[in-house]
């Protein structure tokens, strides 16, 4: 293969943004595959989903027997998703000069949008099988990228269903710090809809306009710590405008870009009276300064509006907000309740999108719940306490959904992949280390359907994904490389 770290430049210079599709990145893959001697297949990955992409592939390379026996499971699964998030603010990533698709080579971490989450550990997994396709393979290797991962893992799920590979062990990338994962929280996606009807009318006074922007700083949902929630801050401030005997009549309020990720961007529009006008702004200014906050609030005023405008119900933001205060409680309760083989040590909530629809709005919450606690029962009581909520605004209609559910991975130690993990360790001469961790990977999706599948992958295993700044270490990429080694020689040779 050529040389490994221009290739990993250009794999980050190619935008593969979950909703915009992975078609170019997939080819490229694809041709490396091939100039590796792999055999390879590009599958098209078709779906229903709302505004994403539908040029969504696939990448499966195989070196060995390329024939798969439906009954008899064969073969070791190495695989990755190319996806990425998108990239937030620009001007957080500071290390790339504000461009995410900018690979930038800085004290020995190669920094770029999907240096760790996962593009480069699958060129890891290529840069291992290559090496052997002069070898006699006793049993295949795959070497697969799947799309769509950061929209609810679409492309494993693709994979599995459709019978393409049926093999006996899978790793699938994810950032670990060279950890072999066994273990991760159950992802349960929790929307929340009020609905209502807007209606145009006069502005009756209120015609003066603010727009109030936020901005925060991105992290995976998972570590909702290590982000600065836009939403959050955004609502508080709006509640002590109100507090403070302002009358605002909304217009829009929204938030966030993904359903797992602190969101970085919010923002509110509203009406004053004119009398109201130049008081409010002079109290944001004051507001903002005390809080030491004028660097992620921006506002904008403009001009005199005397009709047609289509204001939100007058109930709609404080029924919103105690619903935000309410979930922020669910998490105060669940920090109460550790593992501490886990980082953080306990379920997590995270409030990833606020979205406004012709009819209503939709209110996100990422939860990660810890394996031994119940999700059901943690379902219903979300249920019924937001209900609980819902009825004391009439005029609105609310409702609480399970949005998506994936699945915690809980595989024994005692598993055959896991001790052949440990071995290819041991000969690599990395520290043994099998352990836990908060975010969700594709291992539980190949789990469920009867494979033995672990996570593994170079990277800071905490808050490094989904967040600016992204980046990997250029030896842990060099230490995966010879541990994938080892492993196809205890598989496959």
Known sequence: MRDFIEESKRLIRMRSITADGNEEVANALGDLMRDSGLKVTLQQVTHSMDNVSKRQFNV????????????????????????????????????THGDPFNPIIKNGKIYGLGSADGKLDLLCKLQAAQKFRDKKLRMPIYVVGTCAEE???????YLIKSGTLNPKFVVVGETSGLSVIRT??????MKVQIGFQMVMKDARGFNRRIIIRSKGRAAHSAFPSAGMNAIHTLFDLVRESMEQGYDLKFTKLI????????????????????????????FFQELVKQM?????????SSGIVDSGIRFLPDTVFECSSRIVDHFRRIAQ??????DDSFSPPHSTVNFSLLRQTLSGFELLFDLRILPDQSLPDIEA??????????????????????????PALDVSEEQDLVRICKDALITSGLPVKVGKKSCSSEACQYAMAGFESIAFGPGDPGSNSHAPNEHNSIEQLEQAVHF??????????
């Open 255 to 282: 938030g966030g870009d993904l359903a797992n990720q602190v969101p970085d961007t919010a923002e509110v529009e509203f009406y004053l009276t004119a009398h109201q006008f130049e008081d409010y702004k002079k």
């Open 60 to 95: 499966i390379g195989v070196l060995g027997d390329p024939l798969v026996d439906k009954k008899t499971k064969k073969g070791l699964l190495l695989t990755s998703p190319i996806d990425t998030v998108s990239p937030g603010l620009l001007t957080n990533w500071t290390e």
């Open 333 to 338: 309760q669940f920090s109460k309740v550790k």
């Open 381 to 406: 009581e979300l249920m019924r306490s937001v209900g609980k909520i819902g009825e004391d605004y009439p005029s609105l209609n609310l409702s609480t959904a399970r949005d998506r559910l994936i």
């Open 484 to 493: 994938y080694e080892k492993l196809i020689e205890r598989v496959c040779l």
């Open 151 to 157: 929209a609810g893992m679409l492309g494993a799920k």
């Open 184 to 189: 991760h929280k159950t992802a349960c996606l």
């Open 292 to 300: 030491d906050l004028e660097s992620q609030f921006e506002l904008e």
